[in-house]
């Protein structure tokens, strides 16, 4: 089985920050992850596919990087909308979810 | 608008069986693989199952595999998932998602989810 560690668990940064989380995967996943986010209470949205490729509809500010076994989500300019947990799944081989990384406002 | 009712869940005991169902409309359903992902209190999502669009094709997390079958009717654009021998770790909540035309990977599009507890 294929697995997904992100890093932090847990970030807490001021609006208007850039932030970045990391997953990294057990072995090459080459470009097929993708990320999404959960607000509390609610099902996770697509932010992310293949990488790098922004779902339609999702705010500019998100980004995604990476192939092989390091992939990252970057957030520029933290919006107090964006707090909740982020999520990067891996879709190789069967699928595999990271553990998640709960975003905080200060 | 793409939208998926997923129903089903309730409280049952432990080897207990449930059927979740999840009405979809907005899309080509039968264009689209369908998934369910559960996620147990407290705790991130873990991927359970997942069908191609004819349904010729179908694939299970470990943890499910031998009790759980994901099935679904194209002709009413409707994903099921028969839960059996259900164990106090199969609680949680239920979501049913779809991924994109053609394309069996991620998904574009998730229902609201629906609880599942199993509880002596």
């Known amino acids: 089985d294929i697995q997904l560690t992100q890093s932090p668990s847990t970030l807490s940064a001021f609006v208007g920050d850039r932030v970045t989380i990391t997953c990294r995967a057990s072995?090459?996943?080459?470009?097929?992850l993708a990320w999404y986010q959960q607000k509390p209470g609610k099902a996770p949205n697509l932010l992310i596919y293949?990488?790098?490729a922004l779902q339609s509809g999702v705010p500019s500010r998100f980004s995604g990087s990476g192939s092989g076994t390091e992939f990252t989500l970057t957030i520029n300019s933290l919006q107090p909308d964006d707090l909740g947990t982020y999520y990067c799944?891996?879709?190789?081989?069967?699928?595999?979810f990271g553990q998640g990384t709960k975003v905080e406002i200060k | 608008e793409v939208q998926l009712l997923v129903s089903g869940g309730a409280l049952v005991q432990p080897g207990g069986s449930l059927r979740l169902s999840c009405a979809a409309s907005?899309?080509?359903?039968?264009?689209?693989?369908m998934g369910w992902v559960r996620q147990a209190p407290g705790k991130g999502l873990e991927w359970v199952s997942t069908?191609?669009?004819?349904?010729?094709?179908?694939y299970y997390a470990e943890s499910v595999k031998g009790r759980f079958t994901i099935s679904r009717d194209n002709s009413t654009s409707t994903l099921f998932l028969q839960m059996n021998s259900l164990r106090v770790d199969d609680t949680a909540i239920y979501y049913c998602?779809?991924?994109?035309?053609?394309?069996?990977?991620?998904?574009?599009?998730w229902g609201l989810g629906t609880p599942v507890t199993v509880s002596p």
């Open positions: 998602a779809k991924a994109p035309p053609l394309v069996t990977g991620y998904f574009d599009h």
């Open positions: 072995q090459s996943i080459t470009t097929w």
């Open positions: 293949k990488a790098s």
């Open positions: 907005g899309f080509t359903f039968s264009r689209c693989a």
């Open positions: 799944q891996q879709y190789n081989r069967a699928w595999t």
């Open positions: 069908i191609s669009g004819r349904g010729a094709t179908t």
